[in-house]
């Protein structure tokens, strides 16, 4: 029934390649973005949680620290 | 650039953590008391505010929107604060959040008491509370995004992206489901009707696990457990995969409870498919909170707070692999209707909510309070009667989940059910509910032991209201990375960041839902559908009032199984005057769709008073009160023109005369249940619930009927 309605549809079997491709390449550029990020910013935002005031450290000198 | 000193807020902290642990006692206290029902029927002691019916969706909305709930907001307004280096934006906003999700929980507790229920799994609330939620859940959006742009720190740090993509997608979930036209003040119905209500219903329920239960407590994750092992998280690489990939792909998999049913079979697969992508993502959280723990293993032994939180993720990864094998079809013909899903939803409640809260819990107080946890003893033996009551609580349920599913499928050598009576299936599961509900009481004892430990180590200590703290401002000059822009951007811009979270949650749900409201031959129309009667009408009422959908399903599969037990399959078009649709999730009794004709009046009457008159043994309730209670004929008008303008063909006018039509079947019925020995009232709410089981299905057989 469905697939009746469907392949009335012109160059429907373009559609699940399409998605395909979306889907793909929102994967491939998230991966690419992520293993391009700086070291140095990863383990900042690592630490991130771990910075307490008590422990005697502003987050400028967070930010000194690790991105010299 | 000088250092500003500043405070954070504790006590909104404080205010909804005692609330999480009020509404979980609550919660659990009614999930223990139905779990027993479940054996001993009686025990809704003959009236209608406790009986089973009416008691789960407050069990569900306890659990996930009281405890739960308040659990992440108390997470999130401690995590925010610190990550983000500011006090939340405005105290007042805070408080208005705080005292209008309460109002909203007692709200539920007394109209779902009361049977005012739209019927829609864990959006069971009306319409007045629907909007309450609405304008309290965007207060706490706006105090977050407010928070999040008088930050000091220049990025969000991953919990954060975490708490965004909760609070859009739940806006998002709310409205889209709670689409519902008022009858009245406490009465609506479903804008939509029976296979697109159903679809767009578990597009909400499967995401309001994901978006509720899953990525907010994904977000304390990434920030407690670090804080309680004192290391950072495995890889932050991991982290930004796993957000996008598990926001991306979640929304997709919402047909997963809907397989082999009468929903177009292309939504069915695209939800298959998707689920089985999510293992990949959810792994990857699961492994980023256990590596995290890498090298301070031995730290788990001694630390109550990181024992919990390793049994959490574990439980996390162990309910995040079952649920993509769930929706398998071929596993999912065994597992759908029974107490399998109940062990499954179990593992991920008890386990990785549960579990995970008290971990945050354990370490939050002490912290608050400026003090040592009072009994690490204690803490730790609260982890073991937890841990043992998760495994006495599910592994019964799978026991009983693919018994009873096996039974129901077995047939003879000669062709016939083995157990054509239901009643036959349901009595050998007993035992197993004696079990799984010795497993709650663990469960729950536990949690009272953490009261008195988390009560001492307060008074142990002294609250610390505002903490104060220092931190220099946010310098948009001293940004100076220049690798791996894109995400950077993106994170320092936290509306941006909201939007593009909109964007990817909502192109599965556009996919899906659109298509099915759009292409007319999904619904194939069937002429002999008519609409409900005045009286059925009322009686389907009475039937959502009193929560028949916990128990019992409205959708045959076409199995044979199924069609030799309850007759011909369901399909799309007998539902489209159904607002709001009441498939049901789990078979505690046989299915209804084909009810209607299968035993007498009598019968029914008899049943509803007592059901272990007809069937000894049975464990449902009894519901002696519809005997005696009056009709309410008042609201027949209003229905019927709501229904309406929803669509549904009653001809103009036909208000006006609906009650005298009611009038005329009730007086039918009546007369053929005093004809058969029942001392029956046509006036009476059993006559219109009668009328109603009397119609279910019957328009197929009609048509079949008029087919000869």
Redesign the interface.
């Known amino acids: 029934m469905l697939s009746d309605h469907f392949s009335g549809i012109e160059g429907i079997s373009l559609y699940p390649v399409i998605s395909l491709i979306f889907c793909f390449i929102f994967f491939a550029a998230a991966i690419y973005k992520v293993a391009r990020l700086d070291k140095k910013y990863l383990t900042r935002m690592e630490n991130l949680p771990l910075e307490t005031f008590s422990e005697n450290k502003n987050n400028s000198e967070m930010i000194n620290e690790v991105t010299q | 650039?000088q250092?500003e000193k500043f405070s954070y807020d504790n006590q909104i902290v404080k205010q909804f953590m005692i609330a999480a642990l009020v509404f979980a006692a609550v919660g659990m206290l009614v999930g223990l008391i139905i779990a027993i029902q479940l054996y001993l029927p009686d025990l809704n002691l003959g009236i209608p505010y406790t009986s089973f019916g009416r008691l789960r969706p407050l069990h569900t909305n306890a659990v996930i929107f009281a405890f739960v709930g308040n659990i992440i907001f108390a997470g999130v307004y401690y995590?925010l604060q610190?990550?983000v280096?500011a006090r939340m934006w405005n105290d007042k906003l805070s408080q208005f959040h705080f005292w209008g999700w309460q109002f909203i929980i007692l709200s539920a507790a007394v109209t779902l008491l009361l049977g005012i229920t739209t019927s829609k799994e864990y959006a069971e609330l009306e319409w007045p509370i629907d909007i309450m939620i609405a304008i309290v859940w965007l207060a706490f959006g706006a105090n977050m995004f407010g928070t999040i742009i008088k930050r000091?720190?220049k990025?969000m740090?991953?919990?954060v992206w975490f708490y965004i993509a909760t609070f859009v997608t739940i806006t998002v979930l709310h409205v889209v489901n709670s689409l519902e036209l008022p009858v009245s003040l406490f009465k609506s119905y479903s804008l939509y009707a029976g296979v697109q209500d159903a679809l767009v219903q578990w597009w909400y329920g499967h995401n309001a696990v994901a978006f509720f239960l899953t990525t907010p407590y994904l977000g304390l994750m990434?920030?407690f457990l670090?804080?309680a092992a004192?290391?950072?998280?495995y890889s932050?690489?991991l982290s930004?995969?796993h957000f996008?990939?598990l926001i991306?792909l979640y929304i997709w998999a919402g047909p997963h409870h809907l397989l082999y049913s009468a929903l177009?079979?292309?939504a069915q697969s695209l939800g298959t498919v998707f689920s089985i992508m999510l293992i990949a993502p959810s792994w990857g959280g699961m492994l980023n909170g256990l590596l995290t723990l890498r090298g301070a293993w031995d730290r788990v032994r001694d630390n109550p707070v990181l024992k919990f939180m390793v049994v959490a993720v574990t439980a996390y990864g162990m309910a995040t692999f079952e649920g993509p094998m769930l929706s398998l079809k071929s596993v999912n013909a065994i597992s759908h209707f029974t107490d399998w899903t109940i062990a499954h939803v179990h593992v991920g409640a008890l386990g990785w909510n549960g579990m995970l809260s008290f971990g945050i819990l354990y370490w939050l107080v002490p912290k608050m309070w400026g003090t040592e946890l009072y009994s690490k003893k204690s803490a730790n033996f609260h982890f073991w009667i937890s841990t043992l009551g998760i495994v006495f609580y599910a592994v019964p349920m799978y026991w009983s989940g693919v018994a009873q599913a096996l039974m129901w499928k077995q047939f003879t050598q000669l062709g016939v059910l083995q157990y054509p009576n239901f009643l036959e299936t349901t009595l050998q599961i007993i035992p197993m509910y004696i079990i799984r509900s010795f497993g709650g009481l663990l469960y729950f004892s536990g949690l009272l032991l953490m009261f008195h430990n988390l009560l001492m180590t307060a008074k142990n200590g002294k609250f610390i209201k505002d903490e104060e703290?220092?931190?220099?401002p946010y310098d948009r000059e001293?940004d100076?990375?220049?690798?791996?822009l894109?995400?950077?951007w993106l994170e320092k811009r936290p509306v941006k960041f909201a939007l593009l979270s909109a964007v990817v949650i909502l192109i599965g749900g556009l996919v899906e839902i659109v298509p099915t409201f759009l292409?007319k031959?999904?619904i194939?129309t069937i002429a002999a559908v008519k609409p409900y009667s005045p009286l059925e009408l009322q009686g389907r009422d009475i039937y959502i009032r009193e929560g028949c959908v916990s128990c019992h399903s409205q959708l045959i599969r076409p199995f044979r199984s199924e069609t030799e037990r309850y007759g011909e399959y369901s399909k799309a078009g007998e539902y489209v005057y159904d607002h709001p649709f009441l498939w049901g999730s789990k078979r505690t009794g046989p299915d209804l769709m084909r009810e209607g004709g299968k035993y007498s009046n009598l019968w029914h009457y008899l049943h509803l008073e007592d059901p272990r008159q007809m069937s000894p043994g049975s464990i449902m309730p009894r519901y002696a009160w519809l005997l005696e209670n009056q009709l309410d004929t008042t609201t027949t008008a209003s229905k019927i023109k709501a229904m309406r303008t929803l669509g549904v063909p009653y001809e103009n006018g036909y208000e006006n005369f609906a009650n005298r039509d009611l009038s005329k079947q009730a007086a039918l019925i009546t007369e053929d249940l005093r004809k058969s020995g029942a001392p029956a009232e046509a006036d009476k709410e059993i006559i219109a619930l009668i009328a109603y089981l009397q119609r279910l299905g019957t328009d197929i057989k009609v048509n079949k009927a008029g087919g000869k």
């Open positions: 650039m250092a995590s610190r990550v280096k000091r720190e990025h740090y991953v919990a990434y920030y670090p804080k004192n290391r950072p998280v932050y690489r930004i995969l996008w990939a991306f177009p079979d292309w703290t220092e931190a220099v001293a100076k990375l220049q690798r791996g894109i995400h950077r292409i031959s999904n194939p």
